[in-house]
């Protein structure tokens, strides 16, 4: 039905009018409560709205008032919106029957929100070729240009249209990965993925896909730097530990490929470079947290054979009542704890975050005193850089011990 004699309204991303060539929608300040009954007489365009149910919706305040007054004068100026557009039958989509307003269902209109619908139900049609399915994934996936009515005025009574549709895109999003993945076609999978971030920056799966996918067409240095903001989303934004499959895409990232190692070898000197040319800044060696798991199992199996003293320790932040303090705040004052920690530990040192309010160290320590003595230096550096920090500081040692023999034939090193 899509056709420029057709009113076509998009409800996904926010309101927009067009008719023709004309195009009008609720941003730049055009938004308000003309626009909410708008919306709202078509999202519930299957049924008749008594009077009140609109009162409740527009006027939620009102005291005394003539709310029936000013419903008839923003439907008039909604009449008005539509006559902007140079729609002939502007007057006859809100009718009013029997003590409420309805959308008039007789007259053609296309919808984006259900012609997504349908795109997403002919995806899922099992008789369609795989090609054919990741084609309809596209095409309904170019559809939604975001959540129903998102920042609109009416998004709170919209919200179980916005969930409904938001689980739809999440769903079409991960068939049409798997369908490129499976075809090994990584750089769409990768464009896929940034648009869908762009949508929705908190679904999980879109980002270990772009990762993925920016690792399998050799764009190490751009995988690294999303892995990075993936790992720091879940810790930073969220307070949560990212998900056990990061350690295997981490490494695998990591590995370096044919194409990457030195095709002649060399000598050691030449592999010390290779190995040794990328060192970080001074101070303790701050790192992901499989990288900091790899270098435990090794200083466990080292301990186990010398017996040299190592520590593993702890440093949390918590409110001054033990609470956990809010997520700004913390995310604020551990990248400085960060720095203290970097900056009063040695360059043999090892740390990492562990979750969004704790960082866990391997220090080398003779016994868990000096350990504890080493955490109070870096509190004590950090209370005289940030003395006005509400965050108390707790510690905790406890002396690194040897994996299980199961463990070390099938964990961290090989």
């Known amino acids: 039905m899509e056709s420029a004699s057709v009113l076509q309204i998009s409800l996904l991303g926010g309101c927009t009018l067009t008719y023709g060539e004309r195009?009008?929608?609720?941003a730049g300040g055009r938004g308000g409560k003309a626009w909410t009954l708008l919306e709202y007489l078509v999202t519930f365009r299957d049924r008749e709205i008594p009077l009140q149910e609109l009162f409740d919706l527009l006027y939620p305040e009102s005291r005394g008032a003539n709310p029936a007054g000013a419903l008839k004068t923003l439907v008039y100026r909604v009449r008005e919106l539509l006559e902007e557009l140079g729609l002939p039958e502007s007057r006859d989509r809100i009718l009013m029957?029997?003590?409420?307003?309805a959308w008039n269902t007789a007259l053609p209109l296309w919808l984006d929100a259900e012609e997504f619908e349908r795109s997403c139900q002919r995806a899922s049609s099992p008789w369609l070729l795989p090609e054919e399915r990741l084609e309809a994934c596209r095409s309904a996936a170019?559809?939604?240009?975001?959540?129903?009515?998102?920042?609109s005025a009416g998004a709170r009574w919209a919200a179980p249209a916005a969930a409904y549709y938001h689980t739809m895109y999440v769903h079409l999003v991960q068939s049409a990965l798997e369908l490129l993945a499976g075809r090994e076609r990584w750089?769409?999978?990768?464009?896929?993925?940034?648009?869908?971030i762009g949508i929705d920056a908190y679904q999980e799966c879109f980002?270990?896909?772009?990762?993925?996918?920016?690792?399998?067409t050799g764009q190490t240095g751009q995988a690294l730097e999303r892995y990075r903001r993936m790992y720091s989303l879940f810790y930073t934004e969220l307070g949560a530990a990212p998900p056990p499959e990061l350690a295997a895409l981490y490494r695998e990232i990591?590995?370096?490929r044919v194409g990457e190692l030195p095709r002649d070898g060399g000598d050691l000197a030449d592999i010390s470079r290779f190995l040794l040319e990328e060192e970080g800044p001074g101070g303790a060696f701050l790192c992901e947290l499989e990288v900091f798991r790899a270098v435990c199992c090794l200083a466990a199996r080292s301990r186990s054979r010398d017996r040299r003293g190592i520590c593993l320790a702890l440093l949390e932040a918590a409110g001054a009542d033990g609470s956990p303090p809010p997520r700004k705040l913390l995310n604020s004052y551990m990248d400085k704890l960060a720095l203290c920690i970097r900056d009063?530990?040695?360059?043999?040192?090892?740390?990492?975050?562990?979750?969004?309010?704790?960082?866990?160290?391997?220090?080398?320590?003779?016994?868990?005193?000096?350990?504890?003595?080493?955490?109070?230096r870096?509190?004590?550096?950090?209370?005289?850089?940030?003395?006005?920090?509400?965050?108390?500081?707790?510690?905790?040692?406890?002396?690194?011990?040897?994996?299980?023999?199961d463990r070390r034939r099938s964990g961290c090193l090989s």
């Open 23 to 26: 195009r009008l929608d609720s």
């Open 97 to 101: 029957t029997r003590g409420s307003y």
């Open 142 to 151: 170019a559809l939604y240009r975001g959540d129903y009515l998102a920042g």
């Open 187 to 196: 750089e769409e999978a990768a464009e896929l993925c940034v648009r869908a």
């Open 207 to 216: 980002h270990f896909c772009l990762v993925r996918a920016l690792a399998r």
């Open 254 to 256: 990591c590995r370096p």
């Open 344 to 376: 009063t530990l040695r360059r043999g040192d090892v740390a990492c975050k562990y979750s969004a309010s704790q960082y866990v160290l391997l220090l080398p320590a003779v016994s868990g005193e000096a350990c504890a003595a080493v955490l109070d």
């Open 378 to 405: 870096i509190i004590a550096r950090f209370l005289d850089r940030h003395p006005r920090c509400p965050l108390v500081l707790r510690r905790s040692v406890r002396a690194l011990e040897a994996p299980p023999p």
